[in-house]
């Protein structure tokens, strides 16, 4: 953070220093309404001589600061590359501001505690008009003063709505994000939350996560909403290269987005694709990983015709060599094109992606034997994956999406679209450690997959009065489908273990075929109404959406049963401000997941169980002081699911997660900033079938999940940050019988960036060490009970030029 500030005696302000995480942010939130007062207008500033020369914007406007005696703090990556005509002469201190600023598309505000601070003017996307018939689509949220963390996010089929007036528990993180955390995949960047936990193996060919206690991305359908929509993002692995923002929503979510293909039920991630900005972009940005993957990112962006309303954005990367794992390789390479209409009434885009990512020896997770206690974790770089490996993914997506404004009050709306995925891959299936001493079993196989989805929907939103009540109603209908293939042929197994790993001859193994193993068809009907009193400081949504499930499963030997279903979930939600800086929400929501069909092993084979309804209750408190955001949060959710006991599947287990999340991000003190939260979980299985398990902790569900991440501009060099971060997990089990868990684990990240010119040019320069101190942990474990390894300590190197 940049600061200048008067050469005089200016406000005192303490930070107190205590032992616990929340301690320090409500103490420092204390020292930051010490610093309240109201700001003198620029304006009421008498005119002065100035001589400031031509160059860098952010030199110029801290002279500037000094020379009229206003205390200006600023985020550097705001300036990065912005260039200022200087100033020479007596002026008005508000003229002098504006020559000073010219068309950079810069602004400076006033924050509520007599400081100023810069912020961008709408450049992420041209300026929409919001009237009655509610948010656009188009009209992104805005961010804080870091640009790092957005104000908002999309909720499903409610549009984008500010952080303060959702009845939910939201995080949203921006490219400015992406970029300073060299976060590759989304992967990558949502280890920052604590809600979040990545289950996916590092190293490996697919990306997974428990939210709030719940997996998310673990079967073959991709979960990730795509601009709002399920269906279209990739199916094992989402790039960050195209996207603006990834936003969570915690919690289940299948009035505003849905049934989520896979059935998850703990969160929804949404990624924003690109847009093209007001202002021209040519961005290219190299990077470098441990061992020797080398890489480089294209972004292009530019307007065109009258009033600059059509638009396009290109994205393109390529990344190659060898990773910091032991006989892997990985080649990407993504190429995404965004065009896009801004009308005055009709708005219209097109999302075009195309990715592939291909590994020599990817890493596979492990699991456990039964009785045997989980040896100690080796190191990340030690890999039992053989050098013959391979795994090819293949995906390509697309989506159009429009509104059109009918009145000022009513605006219709679409979306269609869809992806296709391929994955080839010969490798040793998922290994078993099946002593103490490491030693692993597995069956090699080659493997095929194919998916191909397909999503439409329509719909109206409104804006009326009815007295003293505003309404934003939206009604959709929706459709998803998706059609599965697959095949595999194993082989003989092959033996090694965790920590000398053991080299084995390739098998002689033929391509299988990949004949249809499965299609499915969502389709549904929703209607929602936000009623808002007060001058919006009282708002309630009330929802209901009716989904129909319908699933028909193929097996060349038998025949299996079909599937059809129909279930309505609700949504109630209700936002309360009573003072200006702080909102109460409640919500009651319901998440909708298939239900099962009993197997042939029990004595009711193939009998058809209902969609399986999970429940959540959630209160909390939002804070939002210019500076400062925090949301504290407390929720249940209960989710039912099927079981075999004694030779009879039914619906008998249940399992609930309690929990409390504090999530906060913003600055603590002048030019430094903190990211992080704590999530507390009571997971319990509170109905089963094994009577012993009942009470037990749920797989995967670890009791403390904290993060932390800070950065600090140095006030000794201009353009330079300093960053570090640190994960905490506690213990997760890895059976239901609780006999089996992983240790608790921590890995810290530091890191720096440099913001410069060179050649003119704008220029940053990124280093971070993950896992610097080199610890071998058990990362996480997916539902199914096979756990990770932890990442080895990688060095990740990059620079941005903008031409």
């Known amino acids: 953070m940049l600061v200048a500030r008067p050469l005089r005696p200016d406000r005192p302000s303490k930070l107190v220093i205590r032992s616990v995480l929340l301690s320090l942010a409500l103490s420092t939130v204390t020292g930051a309404f010490a610093w309240a007062a109201v700001p003198a207008p620029l304006a009421a500033i008498a005119p002065r001589a100035y001589d400031i020369a031509p160059g860098p914007l952010g030199p110029a406007l801290s002279s500037f600061a000094i020379a009229v005696g206003i205390a200006l703090s600023f985020q550097p990556s705001i300036t990065e590359g912005l260039v200022s005509p200087g100033l020479s002469g007596t002026y008005p201190t508000a003229q002098a501001l504006t020559r000073l600023l010219g068309d950079s598309g810069v602004e400076m505000i006033a924050r509520d505690d007599g400081s100023y601070t810069l912020v961008l003017r709408q450049v992420s996307l041209p300026e929409i008009n919001v009237d009655a018939a509610g948010r656009r689509s188009t009209d992104l949220p805005s961010t804080d003063s870091s640009g790092q963390v957005a104000r908002g996010a999309r909720l499903g089929l409610l549009g984008n709505d500010e952080v303060m007036d959702a009845p939910f528990s939201v995080s949203s993180y921006t490219s400015t994000m992406i970029k300073d955390q060299q976060a590759v995949t989304v992967g990558d960047l949502l280890e920052r939350d604590s809600s979040v936990r990545a289950t996916g193996q590092t190293g490996g060919i697919v990306d997974s996560f428990f939210i709030r206690g719940f997996p998310l991305g673990e079967g073959n359908l991709g979960e990730l909403a795509f601009d709002g929509v399920y269906g279209v993002a990739s199916n094992y692995r989402v790039f960050t290269d195209y996207a603006e923002r990834i936003e969570l929503v915690k919690g289940p979510a299948a009035l505003l987005y849905g049934m989520s293909p896979n059935s998850a039920v703990g969160g929804v991630i949404n990624v924003v694709p690109k847009r093209a ?46 990773t910091t794992i032991d006989k892997q390789s990985r080649n990407v390479g993504t190429g995404a094109i965004s065009l896009d209409y801004q009308g005055d009434r009709l708005r219209t885009s097109l999302d075009l992606i195309n990715q592939e990512e291909a590994f020599d020896a990817a890493s596979r997770p492990f699991r456990i034997a039964p009785g045997v206690q989980i040896p100690s974790a080796a190191n990340g770089r030690t890999s039992v994956s053989q050098d013959w490996g391979r795994s090819q993914a293949r995906d390509k997506s697309a989506l159009l999406s429009g509104e059109y404004d009918l009145s000022d009050q009513l605006t219709v709306f679409a979306h269609a679209g869809g992806g296709k995925s391929e994955v080839e891959r010969m490798s040793d299936q998922t290994p078993t450690i099946i002593n103490a001493a490491g030693d692993t079993s597995s069956d090699p196989g080659y493997y095929q997959f194919k998916v191909q989805r397909y999503t439409v929907d329509a719909g109206a939103r409104l804006g009326f009065d009815t007295g003293p009540v505003s309404h934003r109603a939206v009604l959709q209908v929706s459709r998803y489908r998706d059609e599965l293939s697959r095949g595999i042929i194993s082989g003989p197994a092959v033996l090694s273990n965790i920590y000398h790993p053991i080299d084995q001859p390739r098998p002689n193994l033929a391509e299988p075929n990949t004949p249809k193993v499965s299609e499915s068809e969502l389709s549904g009907v929703a209607l929602a109404d936000t009623l808002s009193v007060l001058d919006e400081r009282l708002q309630v949504t009330l929802g209901l959406r009716r989904q129909n499930i319908q699933s028909d499963n193929y097996n060349l030997a038998v025949t299996t049963p079909s599937y059809d279903k129909s279930k309505t979930t609700p949504l109630f939600g209700i936002v309360a401000k009573p003072w200006e800086h702080v909102a109460l929400y409640y919500n009651y929501i319901e998440g909708l997941s298939k239900g099962d069909i009993a197997p042939s092993a029990a004595t009711n084979a193939e009998e058809v169980f209902s969609p399986y309804i999970s429940r959540q209750q959630e209160i909390g408190v939002k804070l939002d002081y210019d500076r400062f955001m925090a949301t504290l949060a407390l929720f249940q959710i209960k989710k039912p699911s099927g079981e075999l006991s ?65 950065e600090w501009d140095t006030p000794g060099i201009d353009g330079l940050t300093l960053t570090s971060g640190a994960i905490y997990t506690a213990r997760q089990y890895v059976d239901q019988a609780n006999t089996q868990a992983l240790d608790a684990w921590t890995r810290f990240d530091v890191g720096a960036r440099y913001a410069t010119r060179i050649a003119e040019r704008p220029t940053t320069f990124r280093a971070t060490v993950q896992n610097v101190l080199d610890r071998a942990y058990w990362s996480g474990v997916a539902s199914y009970g096979a756990f990770s390894q932890g990442a080895p300590r990688t060095l990740l190197l990059s620079a941005t030029v903008d031409f």
């Open 277 to 322: 900005l007001d202002e021209d972009l040519t961005r290219f940005t190299s990077r470098y990983a441990t061992d020797s993957q080398l890489g480089g990112h294209l972004d292009v962006s530019r307007r065109f015709g009258e009033e600059r309303r059509f638009g396009i954005r290109f994205n393109g990367s390529l990344q190659q060599g060898d």
């Open 646 to 710: 004694n030779g009879v599947f039914s619906v008998q287990a249940q399992q609930r997660n309690r929990g409390m999340e504090l999530n906060l991000s913003g600055e603590i003190a002048r030019g430094t900033r903190l990211l992080g939260g704590v999530t507390l979980l009571d997971g319990e299985l509170t109905r089963t079938g094994v009577a012993a398990n009942r009470g037990n902790t749920p797989v995967g569900v670890p009791k403390v999940q904290a993060n932390l991440w800070a």
